[in-house]
């Protein structure tokens, strides 16, 4: 993608919100922190980071922003970053210099304006700039209308040589700094403008009471301002996913007073507000629409902190409070409101590991997990693995308390289970018996045949010990099953096994073999570019023309001909399927690529042919003007 014609490749939804966050000066610092990579800052409702990457032609070859905007390929932060590395060459193609926009270049930098475009792209208008907001609208506007073939050339020739330039710093009167300020004012005047704020906006006075104010009972406040937010977020009983974020904030500030316990040593209190936030956020996955991970978040941060807390706890506190919050964790994994989600009952329980260190609390933790093993079938699978994960705990406990050997019982008493089934494996590995971990690995490919994950797993560590035991003739065996499924690092392994004379007869026989599979795989495109059998792959792209796309590199010195039919028979096929404007504009970028790969005369016939065809498609053709 060029800088000068980014826009083609934008939704002109995104675009259009790119260009305003553009003219509204969002775009922060520019820092080239190494050659054609540029870091930037954007502000928005939250500053975030885009990099780009870009050569000195002027083409963008990678851009990347943290936001969490995923719904197509760029973002308007992305857009607005373009605008910005765009403005010095349009300026300079002008004849303007930087002050004449109200500009100014950060002393340090590279001096002259000819290498300090980043510089330039740096420095943020003054507040007395000329241009406002609107003056801005209106040159972009007019740029993009009356733009002339001497703009572009000079666009064209100082792309990739004017934006490159070291770090520079932003001036501090554009962007202040919070702290700076706050701290240079009176304890009266924050005063005024914390209470204006929490005046405006009740939530933050609700938090900033809930985190300063004592109370007696933190626990009951906590529970009711809990229930007050979910309350304000449900409508008719259910929590829409738009809601979500808002109806868990009671639940986040109290996590956040937890965690603010932890630091101060108050453990029990911590474990406290975390075992209100736990059930209340399970209970809300019956009736929210978690969609955006909100909720499933504070049950997670819930556990975590559990878990830190029960780990200081362990060490800090004495018996009668450890007991105590045993206790209250055991009573809370054996409610019935977990029988769905037996995940969280077992992390919870997992935390109770910690106090076990006392023989009284180990043998009720114990008998727990005995019980829970009772009132489990093994009928369903997550029935399965929860008496799996129970199993793990068991060992867990045996491990630290009854010695190694007791441990490597139960494991094979428990072999059944296959997280077991892979521990006792690697332990055999570990001791140096690879003949006991192949038993085990061909037991579990055939107990688990039906599930392919666990098989190929089996056969990985089949593998490791066959390697241990030298045993290439088995490596051979199952190296060529693994590549035959589709597994790329096995042809490698593979090939390694073969001497030059005896590979080609073994490639001949593997491509053999994908060849006859109903559905051709992956591999065997990267088989024939790794082996250099561009004949063979000639003759898939004829049966696969859309493949071109991707392939023809390898294919352009032989059979350059052959490439430009091919890519002409893919393009007038996606033509003549394509309907809407982001259709004709993925057709596009296809001819885009035929230019780079066949030339600018082919690219300009076929799209001479394509607006014959396409005539009445008016959306088509002004995507296809757009091509450079």
Same mark, same amino acid.
């Given at each position: 993608?060029?800088?000068?014609?980014?826009?083609?490749?934008?939704?002109?939804?995104?675009?259009?919100?790119?260009?305003?966050?553009?003219?509204?000066?969002?775009?922060?610092?520019?820092?080239?922190?190494?050659?054609?990579?540029?870091?930037?800052?954007?502000?928005?409702?939250?500053?975030?980071?885009?990099?780009?990457?870009?050569?000195?032609?002027?083409?963008?070859?990678?851009?990347?922003?943290?936001?969490?905007?995923?719904?197509?390929?760029?973002?308007?932060?992305?857009?607005?970053?373009?605008?910005?590395?765009?403005?010095?060459?349009?300026?300079?193609?002008?004849?303007?210099?930087?002050?004449?926009?109200?500009?100014?270049?950060?002393?340090?930098?590279?001096?002259?304006?000819?290498?300090?475009?980043? +510089?330039?792209?740096?420095?943020?208008?003054?507040?007395?700039?000329?241009?406002?907001?609107?003056?801005?609208?209106?040159?972009?506007?007019?740029?993009?209308?009356?733009?002339?073939?001497?703009?572009?050339?000079?666009?064209?020739?100082?792309?990739?040589?004017?934006?490159?330039?070291?770090?520079?710093?932003?001036?501090?009167?554009?962007?202040?700094?919070?702290?700076?300020?706050?701290?240079?004012?009176?304890?009266?005047?924050?005063?005024?403008?914390?209470?204006?704020?929490?005046?405006?906006?009740?939530?933050?006075?609700?938090?900033?009471?809930?985190?300063?104010?004592?109370?007696?009972?933190?626990?009951?406040?906590?529970?009711?301002?809990?229930?007050?937010?979910?309350?304000?977020?449900?409508?008719?009983?259910?929590?829409?996913?738009?809601?979500?974020?808002?109806?868990?904030?009671?639940?986040?500030?109290?996590?956040?007073?937890?965690?603010?316990?932890?630091?101060?040593?108050?453990?029990?209190?911590?474990?406290?507000?975390?075992?209100?936030?736990?059930?209340?956020?399970?209970?809300?996955?019956?009736?929210?629409?978690?969609?955006?991970?909100?909720?499933?978040?504070?049950?997670?941060?819930?556990?975590?902190?559990?878990?830190?807390?029960?780990?200081?706890? +362990?060490?800090?506190?004495?018996?009668?409070?450890?007991?105590?919050?045993?206790?209250?964790?055991?009573?809370?994994?054996?409610?019935?409101?977990?029988?769905?989600?037996?995940?969280? @009952?077992?992390?919870?329980?997992?935390?109770?590991?910690?106090?076990?260190?006392?023989?009284?609390? @180990?043998?009720?933790?114990?008998?727990?997990?005995?019980?829970?093993?009772?009132?489990?079938?093994?009928?369903?699978?997550?029935?399965?693995?929860?008496?799996?994960?129970?199993?793990?705990?068991?060992?867990?406990?045996?491990?630290?308390?009854?010695?190694?050997?007791?441990?490597?019982?139960?494991?094979?008493?428990?072999?059944?289970?296959?997280?077991?089934?892979?521990?006792?494996?690697?332990?055999?590995?570990?001791?140096?018996?690879?003949?006991?971990?192949?038993?085990?690995?061909?037991?579990?490919?055939?107990?688990?045949?039906?599930?392919?994950?666990?098989?190929?797993?089996?056969?990985?560590? @089949?593998?490791?010990?066959?390697?241990?035991?030298?045993?290439?003739?088995?490596?051979?065996?199952?190296?060529?099953?693994?590549?035959?499924?589709?597994?790329?690092?096995?042809?490698?392994?593979?090939?390694?096994?073969?001497?030059?004379?005896?590979?080609?007869?073994?490639?001949?026989?593997?491509?053999?073999?994908?060849?006859?599979?109903?559905?051709?795989?992956?591999?065997?495109?990267?088989?024939?570019?790794?082996?250099?059998?561009?004949?063979?792959?000639?003759?898939?792209?004829?049966?696969?023309?859309?493949?071109?796309?991707?392939?023809?590199?390898?294919?352009?010195?032989?059979?350059?001909?052959?490439?430009?039919?091919?890519?002409?028979?893919?393009?007038?096929?996606?033509?003549?399927?394509?309907?809407?404007?982001?259709?004709?504009?993925?057709?596009?970028?296809?001819?885009?690529?035929?230019?780079?790969?066949?030339?600018?005369?082919?690219?300009?016939?076929?799209?001479?042919?394509?607006?014959?065809?396409?005539?009445? @498609?008016?959306?088509?053709?002004?995507?296809?003007?757009?091509?450079?």
């Amino acid at each position: 993608m060029k800088l000068e014609n980014f826009e083609n490749y934008f939704n002109d939804v995104i675009l259009a919100r790119g260009r305003e966050y553009y003219w509204q000066d969002r775009v922060m610092n520019i820092v080239e922190s190494e050659p054609d990579l540029f870091i930037t800052e954007v502000e928005g409702s939250e500053d975030y980071t885009v990099s780009v990457r870009m050569n000195e032609a002027g083409i963008i070859t990678r851009s990347h922003c943290d936001c969490p905007y995923d719904f197509s390929e760029f973002c308007k932060h992305q857009a607005a970053v373009f605008f910005a590395l765009r403005d010095f060459i349009d300026v300079k193609a002008a004849g303007e210099t930087t002050e004449d926009l109200g500009y100014v270049l950060i002393p340090g930098s590279e001096a002259d304006e000819e290498g300090a475009a980043a +510089a330039f792209l740096n420095a943020r208008r003054e507040p007395g700039a000329a241009e406002d907001a609107e003056a801005g609208k209106k040159e972009e506007a007019d740029r993009s209308k009356d733009a002339g073939k001497k703009e572009e050339a000079a666009r064209n020739k100082n792309t990739g040589k004017k934006a490159r330039a070291g770090l520079v710093k932003k001036k501090a009167a554009i962007k202040p700094d919070l702290p700076s300020i706050l701290s240079n004012l009176g304890k009266e005047e924050l005063i005024s403008i914390i209470l204006a704020f929490s005046k405006a906006h009740p939530d933050i006075e609700k938090s900033l009471l809930f985190k300063y104010a004592p109370v007696e009972d933190e626990v009951a406040v906590s529970k009711k301002m809990i229930r007050e937010y979910i309350n304000k977020a449900k409508r008719q009983g259910f929590i829409d996913w738009r809601n979500a974020d808002y109806a868990v904030t009671g639940a986040d500030i109290t996590l956040d007073k937890a965690e603010d316990r932890i630091e101060d040593g108050e453990i029990e209190s911590a474990i406290k507000l975390c075992l209100v936030v736990l059930p209340i956020a399970t209970t809300m996955l019956n009736y929210t629409d978690d969609s955006n991970g909100s909720v499933g978040d504070v049950i997670r941060r819930s556990l975590h902190l559990i878990d830190t807390a029960a780990s200081e706890a +362990a060490g800090k506190l004495d018996a009668k409070k450890q007991a105590r919050l045993f206790g209250m964790m055991v009573k809370e994994a054996k409610h019935a409101r977990y029988d769905g989600w037996s995940d969280k @009952r077992i992390d919870l329980l997992e935390s109770c590991l910690y106090f076990a260190e006392d023989p009284a609390l @180990r043998s009720k933790l114990k008998d727990q997990l005995g019980k829970m093993l009772e009132q489990t079938s093994e009928g369903s699978w997550n029935d399965r693995y929860s008496i799996s994960e129970i199993r793990l705990l068991q060992l867990n406990m045996i491990e630290r308390f009854e010695g190694a050997e007791e441990a490597w019982r139960f494991i094979q008493d428990n072999i059944q289970h296959s997280k077991f089934r892979e521990l006792a494996i690697k332990k055999l590995l570990e001791k140096g018996k690879p003949e006991e971990a192949v038993a085990l690995c061909i037991e579990g490919e055939a107990v688990n045949e039906g599930w392919r994950g666990l098989v190929s797993q089996w056969e990985d560590f @089949r593998y490791q010990a066959y390697e241990m035991m030298g045993d290439a003739a088995s490596q051979r065996e199952l190296a060529t099953k693994k590549v035959c499924e589709g597994e790329l690092t096995y042809f490698y392994k593979l090939k390694e096994l073969y001497g030059r004379d005896e590979w080609n007869s073994k490639l001949h026989e593997i491509l053999e073999v994908l060849e006859k599979q109903k559905f051709i795989q992956d591999i065997y495109l990267e088989i024939l570019i790794h082996e250099d059998l561009n004949e063979k792959l000639l003759s898939y792209v004829k049966m696969e023309p859309r493949v071109i796309e991707t392939v023809y590199p390898y294919l352009i010195d032989d059979y350059r001909n052959q490439v430009e039919e091919l890519f002409c028979l893919h393009i007038e096929g996606e033509a003549e399927a394509a309907g809407g404007r982001p259709a004709y504009k993925k057709v596009c970028q296809i001819i885009r690529k035929f230019k780079k790969a066949c030339g600018g005369d082919a690219a300009a016939g076929l799209v001479s042919d394509l607006t014959k065809a396409h005539a009445r @498609r008016p959306a088509f053709l002004d995507e296809m003007e757009k091509i450079k």
